[in-house]
């Protein structure tokens, strides 16, 4: 069964620092993997996708994510962090073929901002 | 463009009434999706429907109940409700339930039951 590790529960970073949000899916062929933000109280928003091509892909709100097929990860990541920022953040991925559309979600990391 | 709009944004229950979470998207999409969202467990899928007229068990359907009502609405039924059914219910919905389709969600609904 398909699976998303998130290592980390719970980040805490200062304004302007850089971030890197850890993923790690289970082995598939052809993984399509995607990171959403949630801020408190709201639903979820997609910041950047990967299908296929380029391994950087670059996403909204200034956020990037690398997909490395020979580590399985695909970690997210910010050169410099506004307070915005602070939200929980979740990796998910979903795999080509059939019966494929079931997202499955990491647990999720939640961002803190220091002012 | 209100996307996937949910109704109510809070429920308060006690342990056995019912209650119908609705769900509806104005983007014209096939496929609709329902997930719940617990601290430390993510989310997860309880029932979609991949197109009008039919739906489908997901992870976690037990206690559960789902109509495809048309094309624009998915709605889900707790008729019985448990303390442990307290949790953030989302709904989602995507042009067709391929891989690549993205899934755009609704706000939520936070549901305790007492």
């Known amino acids: 069964a398909q699976s998303v590790t998130q290592p980390d529960i719970h980040i805490t970073v200062s304004e302007g620092a850089s971030l890197e949000l850890r993923c790690n899916y289970s082995?598939?062929?052809?993984?399509?993997l995607f990171w959403y933000v949630q801020s408190p109280g709201q639903g979820l928003q997609l910041l950047l996708k990967?299908?296929?091509?380029?391994?950087l892909v670059q996403g909204i709100k200034g956020f990037e994510a690398e997909f490395k097929r020979s580590q399985s990860s695909f970690n997210l990541r910010k050169p410099s962090v506004h307070w915005s920022d602070a939200a929980e953040y979740f990796c998910a991925v979903t795999y080509s073929g059939a019966g494929s559309y079931q997202l499955t979600f990491g647990k999720g990391t939640k961002l803190s901002v220091i002012p | 463009n209100a996307g996937v709009t949910q109704t109510p944004k809070f429920q308060v229950l006690k342990t056995g009434q019912s209650m119908t979470l609705q769900c509806a998207q104005d983007?014209?999409?096939?496929?609709m999706y329902w997930y719940r969202q617990d601290p430390g467990m993510g989310l997860r899928l309880i029932y979609y429907?991949?197109?009008?007229?039919?739906?489908d068990k997901g992870e976690v359907p037990n206690g559960y109940n789902v109509s495809r009502l048309n094309k624009r609405e998915f709605s889900l039924r707790l008729e019985s409700a448990a303390p442990s059914q307290t949790s953030v219910y989302f709904c989602a919905s995507s042009v067709a339930t391929l891989a690549k389709n993205i899934q755009y969600f609704g706000a939520g609904t936070r549901l305790s039951v007492l």
């Open positions: 082995y598939g062929a052809t993984p399509y």
């Open positions: 429907s991949a197109s009008e007229g039919t739906t």
């Open positions: 983007m014209n999409h096939n496929s």
């Open positions: 990967y299908f296929s091509g380029d391994t």
